[in-house]
């Protein structure tokens, strides 16, 4: 009798760790299958938690280089220890992945340690050894996109895999794809001291996110130093003792050029990642995309088998995959797990930051929905000015008929972390006159996100 479980979640990324202990915490008897060494997925060992530790020194090295002085600080002889640095990363995500390893033990959440593969409904084979479940949920994430022409060895030409763990700072780092991986490690090594060129295929960075943020956003990274190379495709490379050299031409076709990189990190997106877990042979469908379908409550087209996080549809974002799986979870147990799509916030955690929730304005054009917006500029904000940090503005949408907040967009200091009242807002319902109406603390940054609500209706205060 081969060993069995309630649930068998494939997979222990933030979906899948967090769906393990949610149905544990339901009571019942959960596995999780993880083939990598350590668990915690791509987000805490080659993804959110890594690179933030890396944007995090790197923010500290350019303040003390360049930007302690405007405050009267002197730093002499400010030095680059990368071995220093990379080790203290290597710190961060184990402390982060041992404390998903001891969640597991607490929770009596059992690590079947290597490859699953799905034989059917309710059977899942690990290692040649065969496991029963009444529920299979599939949370094997994502991986990176390969550009055709430009083949990675993680060395010279990498994926965000080989850009978290480069020895040596780049001469010139070229990066393939102005999105969320190329303009934070981008921003990681050009602190650091690297030339940085993006060259992206559209004619603007970060393509979901609002166009205006995304073009606020490109002159601030382009005032720091990032050179962009918009609208240009990259048609192959070569490489040579010295780096490598990539071909280059207008998206829309044209003359070629070359430039070259000392290293080139290619991020022009991520795919779903079910290779061999016998999908086809199970009947588990996919879509258009490769991604697991799902029926919008995380069932597959197979009974019993569910899919969360990057493998399906929906943004490949850590808390998304977390929230997919606390509802599957829930689902399973007989409970109404829901996750509401129109209230997770993104962040770029560039400095300054990124942050967008709801909707852009691009999106209610494109749907015909009639809107208010509010501005406020951190130039306005008194905390801002006492910290030297007034890059960027808050921009709030908000219905014109019913002044129910539908998206709200923030570039500036901690942005990633004044994202969350206005996700909370949405979430709830709220209209700008409630976001305005509340009192928030002075002298604070969140002063601008009540201001920016108090102008959706013509009536900020400090402007
Ligand atoms: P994953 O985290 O990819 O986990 C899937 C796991 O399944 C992996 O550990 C894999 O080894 C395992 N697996 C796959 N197939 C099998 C199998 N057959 N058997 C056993 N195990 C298997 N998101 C954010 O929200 N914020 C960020 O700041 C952020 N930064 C990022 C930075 C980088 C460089 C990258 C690459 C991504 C970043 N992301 C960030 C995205 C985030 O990492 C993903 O959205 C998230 O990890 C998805 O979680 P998941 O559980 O769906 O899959
Ligand atoms: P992305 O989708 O964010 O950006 C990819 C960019 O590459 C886009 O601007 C796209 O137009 C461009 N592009 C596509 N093909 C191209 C080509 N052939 N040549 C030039 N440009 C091209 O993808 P990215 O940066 O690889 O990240 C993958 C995902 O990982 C993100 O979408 C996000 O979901 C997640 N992530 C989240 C982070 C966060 O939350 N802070 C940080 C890093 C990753």
């Not at 309630?6 to 990324?13: E, F, M, P, R």
């Not at 299958?33 to 890396?54: D, F, Q, W, Y």
């Not at 995090?56 to 600080?73: K, P, V």
Request: hydrophobic share 45%; aromatic share 4%; charged share 25%.
């Amino acid at each position: 009798m081969p060993d069995s479980f309630d649930v068998i979640v494939i997979g222990a990324g933030p979906g899948g760790y967090v769906c393990a202990l949610r149905a544990a915490q339901l009571g019942m008897k959960v596995a999780c299958v993880e083939k990598r060494e350590t668990l915690g997925g791509t987000c805490l060992n080659i993804g959110c938690i890594p690179s933030k530790a890396l944007l995090q020194s790197s923010e500290r090295y350019e303040e003390a280089r360049h930007r302690l002085a405007d405050h009267g600080i002197g730093v002499a002889g400010v030095t680059l220890d990368l071995g220093r640095m990379q080790a203290r990363k290597a710190e961060v995500v184990s402390a982060n992945v041992r404390g998903v390893e001891f969640l597991f033990r607490k929770n009596k959440v059992a690590w079947l340690k290597g490859e699953g593969r799905i034989l059917g409904p309710g059977r899942v084979a690990v290692n040649g050894e065969e496991y029963a479940a009444r529920h299979i949920v599939i949370a094997t994430g994502s991986e990176s996109i390969p550009l055709p022409g430009v083949a990675v060895d993680e060395r010279v030409i990498v994926t965000s895999t080989g850009g978290l763990e480069l020895d040596r700072v780049p001469q010139h780092l070229v990066v393939i794809g102005g999105g969320y991986i190329g303009l934070e490690l981008g921003s990681v090594w050009r602190r650091l001291g690297a030339q940085v060129t993006v060259v992206e295929f559209l004619d603007r960075i970060v393509p979901g996110m609002d166009a205006e943020i995304g073009k606020a956003f490109e002159r601030i990274l382009a005032r720091q130093g990032m050179r962009f190379r918009l609208r240009t495709k990259v048609t192959g490379a070569r490489k040579g003792n010295e780096g490598v050299t990539l071909a280059l031409e207008p998206a829309e076709g044209g003359p070629a050029e070359e430039i070259r990189a000392d290293v080139v990190l290619v991020a022009i997106g991520r795919r779903p990642y079910v290779d061999g877990l016998g999908l086809e042979a199970a009947g588990v469908a996919l879509d258009e995309r490769g991604r697991v379908r799902t029926d919008g409550r995380f069932a597959t087209s197979v009974p019993g088998i569910w899919a969360i996080g990057d493998c399906i549809a929906g943004p490949m974002l850590a808390h998304k995959a977390e929230e997919e799986g606390v509802a599957v979870a829930e689902i399973i147990a007989g409970q109404a797990g829901h996750v509401n799509y129109e209230a997770i916030p993104g962040v770029v955690y560039t400095w300054p930051e990124v942050a967008a929730v709801g909707r852009t304005e691009e999106q209610l054009k494109a749907e015909g929905i009639a809107y208010k917006v509010g501005r406020f500029p951190f130039t306005a904000n008194g905390r801002a000015r006492a910290m030297g940090e007034t890059d960027g503005f808050v921009k709030l949408l908000a219905d014109a008929a019913t002044d129910r907040l539908l998206g709200a967009h923030i570039i500036g200091p901690d942005a990633g972390t004044l994202i969350a009242e206005l996700a909370l807002a949405i979430e709830f319902g709220a209209s700008a006159e409630d976001v305005a109406r509340t009192s928030h603390a002075h002298p604070s940054l969140n002063e601008a996100v009540k201001e920016a609500a108090l102008a959706v209706d013509g009536r900020a205060l400090h402007i």
